[in-house]
């Protein structure tokens, strides 16, 4: 029900914008999220955005990506810039209750999941 685009191999200090689109009736409520995990790391939130447009982001990667949605469309993107080698990770988006939901252990309790899009920054 989500599908994740957009990854791929990109030099440090480049740009990638990813995009999730959802096949879910309630799209235009639901909180999309994504989340990243690299070889060895555990799962972490990257950025949220609530239906109503609130969003949050992780520390490691304020400043650097925009999470937006376009209901009409049923999609969520993440522009992403800067990237650092430290960016490299498969990324998921994921849909939920809330941004909350969407914060706590890494979205545990978010309720879809999307195949992720491989992201790869090289030095």
């Known amino acids: 029900q989500l599908q994740a685009s957009g990854g791929g191999l990109v030099q440090a200090g480049g740009s990638l914008r990813l995009s999730c689109i959802a096949s879910?009736?309630?799209?235009?409520?639901?909180?999309i999220a994504w989340y990243r995990q690299a070889p060895g790391k555990r799962r972490e939130l990257v950025a949220a955005i609530s239906g109503g447009g609130n969003t949050k982001y992780s520390d490691l990667v304020k400043g650097r990506c925009t999470i937006s949605r376009d209901n009409a469309k049923n999609t969520v993107y993440l522009q992403m810039k800067g990237l650092v080698p430290e960016d490299t990770a498969e990324y998921y988006c994921s849909s939920g209750r809330d941004l909350g939901t969407a914060v706590l252990n890494a979205g545990l309790g978010m309720d879809y999941w999307g195949r992720g899009t491989q992201v790869t920054v090289s030095s």
């Open positions: 879910l009736n309630t799209f235009s409520i639901n909180t």
